[in-house]
């Protein structure tokens, strides 16, 4: 980059309740950081309370050119929450759910697109009659696991590989009885653990609309990002790139 250019930026806003002693809360900061300096990329980024993104999600979430919804559940809004997926699922926003962040990908996914309108999580109601996202019969925090992954999906071409170890933070995930569903309606399954169960979910029409249930964060650190969080932001600047341009630009690259 020559002398006077300036440095692009993209602007992430991190969904989510921020607790600081919570280490999968750091370890998101950080890991964006990481991916950032990576990238040569001025990354700011701001936590956006769940409650905070109220019944009108686009303007609550216009600065953004991205969204990280973070481990942390329950959110103090699942309705916000839900909501901030809903935002970016419908408008194209790159989004990229860890954890807590999956199981409410999939919780808004169940309700708004396949039409289970009863489709309930058991940290927030245990006795539901329609439980997408369960107790894990172990817990996985403090957990690390190889995950394999469907060699067509974006996310092997983010690792560029089909196989990876990942760390855990989670007691809670896909009801099995549901991933058919899910994956048959369109959240298709492309990661797994050794015992088949399901670990990564995205949307393969979005232009990035990721979930796992383990924390890449955890395992991001300086000089070495983590290849879904470098992917996240590449998809986070493209995004800002299209933002900013003139309709003249954008119709010259139809």
Known sequence: MG????IP?????IVGDYTPD??????????????AAALGLACETRWVSTASVGPDPETALAPYDALLVAPGSPYRSLAGALAAIR???????????TCGGLQHIILEYARAVLGFEDAQHAEYDPYASRLFLVPLSCSLVGRTMRVILDPASRAARCYGGVTAEESYYCNFGLNPEY???LHDGGLRVVGWDDLGEARIFELPDHPFFLGTLYVPQLLSAPGRPHP?????????????????????????RR
């Open 3 to 6: 002398p006077g250019a300036s």
């Open 9 to 13: 930026g993209v602007r992430v806003g």
């Open 22 to 35: 919570f280490p999968p809360h750091g370890a998101t900061d950080a890991g964006l950081a990481h991916a």
């Open 87 to 97: 935002h970016a699922r419908e408008s194209g926003l790159p989004l990229l759910g």
């Open 179 to 181: 991933r058919d569903a």
């Open 228 to 252: 879904l969080i470098l992917a996240f932001l590449r998809s986070a600047m493209a995004h800002a790139t299209a933002g900013t341009e003139s309709p003249t630009d954008a119709r010259s």
